[in-house]
């Protein structure tokens, strides 16, 4: 072939971009009627910095699916956003001496041009910024709808408190009792805060899950995060101070052996409870030391119990009895109510405890010992039946124990059946200054009051001094925090803080549906064309704290009557991440691969389709250099094979006559066809990019073998094989596709739909199957493809290089495999 044609990226890709650019190629209107309808969308990236190897995996996944569905007959919303507020974008802007407003913008700026640059087909009519008024507005007015339905509500909360972020902290957030970003120690703080009543939605939030097509591990994930468990709400009566303590228990059959009481060092009683006593020093230097530890290590069983008595006494409700109350660090207080009835004789945690503490133990269940107890089987955590309890249980099965008990006690007014979630109410307020601000002003005579809709947005002002402080900035600016009343016009003030940056992307996915809508965050009609969004496709890591919070806002807003459905997103795909030498890339290994780099070297094509070639998309993936200089010579070769045929003999890349071909055409022929094949099962089932890109590099292998080595292949069969790998091949690589199927047809690839295989050409009169002895191949040979198995072994059988290798040995078994193999095991 003639060294003539040489593949450029960087003049092929720029003018196939232009081209899509001028004629706004890849907008979509949102008349979708008579068509299928397709919603693809990957999550939205924080703007901070440069985008990075991840975010070109993650767009190349989505660009792939999008292309595909475009052709396959579907009206394709493919957009994009940025999650512009929050940490991530402040702390840069901290770290860069920049306001974050300016930094964003830049960061934005430079995400928007590596997007086009990497030829991502987005509907840019559609673009959003959650940081911009034109979208913060529609935020603010979602807030006032929960806030006027009760979904929104404040009070004062123990709060988990990042010193070094200066910011409370959604339990979410808090990693091994450290902050998710800073690392810091969190302290707990009680504060005034702003909460959505996400935990009204628990049940509906575990049961949806069964309507979704999710990977089966996230969905674990949530639930595990929602911790739905049955069992009853018990009241233990502190009576020194007339307060009540209702504990949650999944084994009410035990409550006459409770014998002391422990709440979790968080609980917001524990100073009152301490108050008098002579513990006071002692519980609060407890209580400290408890919070800095890492919670995974509170929970775990075998960590040595420790624990400060309070001075106090609860009374058990089931039998008047007086037990202690402690504070210890082995009780959450993310679990039921901060609040346990310890019953050492049947829970090993509360047994260690009461050893240490040399607290009576007492049996309420009888049963087969458990190995490894004590010298009386305790504790006992097995099947039995109740003993030492009250005559009206004693001798009960503990299952039908149980249930009498709770009965009993909802009789009595003491306790009812109950369902307890690990979930809790999500806290939103944030004292930051780059955030939504929340549309309440607060008055000393109305109280806490909503700012009127047509007052909306409330703009986040400009300050110098964005640092935070302990308390919002926003507090310091006071021409914008001093106000009148709606409702009364005396003096007021607005609330300082905003809201946490979870709420932007909660339903920035129902904005891009109508992105432009001045009058109102969405026409419900319109939203009703697209809703819900089809295939989703983000981080796994996003898997509790982003898609729980979108679950619910869609919920909510559903019973609201602002959406027509119950889930955002119907379809879920997790990526893996990519890793170099074996490792996650960071700077501090020196590891970084940077897109942008690869893009400039060897064109946007090589660096997505490599980054799809290497692995799965749905598992990790480590870069090699070498793999991309190979998929580059690939791409160069589909290219300059494409050229070469287009400047050669005939004119389009129909399919030519079968009837008309040679054997080894008709090969190449077939090969087209199983290509088609392979690559529209592998984009229509999980995702196999891999193992799709594969199969076109080996049809262009095919045909190069074809032209430089065969030398008399048919160039009509030599242009449709071609013309069909591009047409394959552009999910991945657009610009290199769309040329060289431009030169062959004259047409674009992009508006042509998918091929579609020929069954009949799939169908072949021969096979090749492979002969081995003890699975090593020691023959091959064209058979029918109709051949029986006792035929295929008679043919092995047969084979002189086969037979070679039986002389002096005993036949043991033969393993066949119509079309493929036949495996003979020997053995002397």
């Known amino acids: 072939m003639s060294t003539e044609y040489r593949y450029d990226p960087e003049e092929i890709e720029p003018r196939w971009q232009k081209v899509w650019a001028d004629e706004r190629t890849w907008e979509v209107s949102n008349d979708v009627e008579g068509r299928d309808k397709s919603y693809v969308l990957v999550m939205l990236p924080y703007p901070s910095g440069e985008p990075h190897i991840g975010h070109l995996k993650v767009y190349s996944v989505g660009d792939a699916v999008a292309h595909f569905h475009r052709r396959t007959g579907r009206h394709v919303l493919n957009p994009m956003g940025y999650d512009a507020f929050g940490l991530p974008a402040e702390n840069n802007a901290i770290k860069t001496g920049e306001h974050p407003r300016d930094s964003t913008k830049k960061s934005i700026e430079s995400f928007r041009r590596q997007f086009k640059r990497w030829g991502i087909s987005i509907d840019w009519s559609r673009e959003l910024a959650t940081c911009e008024p034109d979208y913060y507005r529609w935020t603010q007015w ?44 969190v302290e707990v703080r009680h504060l005034e805060q702003w909460f959505f009543r996400i935990t009204d939605y628990a049940d509906r939030l575990v049961d949806g899950l069964d309507e979704i097509e999710w990977p089966e591990h996230v969905k674990t994930m949530q639930r595990n995060w929602i911790g739905r468990s049955e069992g009853a709400e018990v009241t233990f009566r502190c009576e020194d101070l007339g307060v009540d303590y209702p504990v949650f228990t999944t084994r009410p059959d035990t409550l006459f052996g409770a014998t002391f009481f422990v709440l979790a060092p968080e609980h917001p009683d524990i100073e009152k409870l301490a108050a008098g006593t002579g513990h006071e020093d002692e519980v609060r230097d407890y209580v400290n030391r408890a919070l800095t530890t890492d919670k995974e290590d509170r929970g775990n069983a075998d960590r040595t119990k420790t624990g400060v008595p309070l001075g106090r006494t609860v009374t058990n409700p089931v039998n008047g009895e007086q037990i202690p109350m402690f504070v210890a660090d082995y009780v959450l207080m ?39 107890g004590d010298e009386d089987g305790l504790p006992y955590t097995g099947p039995g039946v109740l003993v030492n309890s009250h005559p009206d249980f004693d001798g009960l099965d503990k299952t039908a124990a149980l249930e009498a008990i709770v009965r009993w006690l909802d009789r009595e007014g003491k306790g009812n059946s109950s ?97 432009s809508n001045d009058e109102a965050a969405w026409d419900p009609e319109i939203l009703k064309r697209w809703a ?21 806002f869609v919920k909510a807003l559903a019973d609201l009557g602002h959406v027509d459905v119950q889930e955002p997103f119907a379809k879920l795909f997790t990526q893996g ?51 991309v200089d190979g998929v580059y ?16 003999p005939g004119a389009g890349a129909d399919q030519p006559d079968v009837e008309s ?14 290509a088609i094949e392979k ?100 023959d091959r040979a064209s058979v029918p493809a109709t051949a029986s198995k006792n035929e295929l072994e008679a043919l092995a059988m047969a084979s002189p290089k086969v037979q070679a290798h039986l002389e002096g040995k005993t036949v043991a078994k033969v393993i066949v495999v119509p079309g493929k193999l036949v495996n003979i095991a020997v053995r002397g």
């Open 142 to 185: 979602i807030f006032l709808q929960f806030y006027n339905a009760g979904l929104a509500y404040r009070k004062a909360a123990t709060v988990n408190w990042d010193p070094v972020e200066e910011t409370v902290l959604a339990n979410e957030q808090v990693v091994d009792g450290r902050g998710e970003r800073s690392g810091a120690l």
């Open 532 to 552: 819900p969004v089809d295939q989703y496709i983000g981080g796994v890591e996003h898997a509790i704290l982003h898609l729980l919070y979108a679950r619910f």
């Open 419 to 515: 369902t307890n979630y690990r979930l809790r109410d999500w806290l939103l307020s944030r004292q930051r200054y780059w955030g939504c601000p929340i549309p309440i002003i607060h008055c000393e005579a109305c109280g806490t009051v909503p700012v009127p809709e047509d007052q909306l947005p409330v703009i986040l002002p400009d300050v110098e001094d964005y640092k935070p402080k302990g308390r919002s900035p926003l507090a310091a600016a006071t021409d914008w925090v001093n106000v009148p009343c709606p409702s009364c016009g005396k003096p007021a003030k607005r609330e300082t803080d905003t809201m946490d940056t979870f709420v932007d992307s909660s339903w920035y996915f129902l904005r891009y549906t109508d992105a």
């Open 577 to 627: 991440m990519v890793t170099k030498d074996g490792a996650k890339m960071s700077k501090s290994r020196g590891n970084v691969v940077s897109p942008q780099d690869i893009v400039a070297a060897r064109g946007a094509d090589t660096a997505r389709t490599y980054i799809l070639f290497i692995a799965p998309p749905d598992q990790d993936a480590d870069w090699a250099d070498e793999g």
């Open 334 to 372: 993310e679990y039921g109510t901060g609040a346990v009835m310890a019953v050492p004789g049947h829970d090993q945690r509360d047994y260690d405890f009461a050893k240490t503490f040399d607290l009576p133990v007492k049996r309420v269940v009888e049963g087969v010992p458990d190995e490894g």
């Open 661 to 674: 071909l040679s054997p080894a055409d008709l090969e190449l022929l077939r090969k087209a066809h199983w």
């Open 679 to 778: 690559v529209t099962n592998d984009m229509a089932g999980r995702f196999n990019f891999n193992t799709a890109i594969s199969a076109v590099m080996e049809l262009t292998n095919d045909v190069s073998r074809a032209v430089n080595e065969r030398g008399d292949a048919e160039p009509q069969a030599v242009r449709f094989a071609l013309a069909t790998a591009a047409s394959l091949l552009f999910p991945f690589a657009p610009h290199v596709a769309a040329d060289a199927y431009s030169k062959l047809t004259g047409d674009r690839v992009w508006e042509q739909p998918w091929p579609a295989a020929d069954s009949e050409l799939l169908e072949r009169d021969t096979v090749e199957v492979v002969f081995q002895v003890n699975g090593k191949v020691r």
């Open 633 to 648: 010579r690939f791409l160069s070769r589909l290219w300059r094979l494409s050229a070469a045929a287009a400047d050669g």
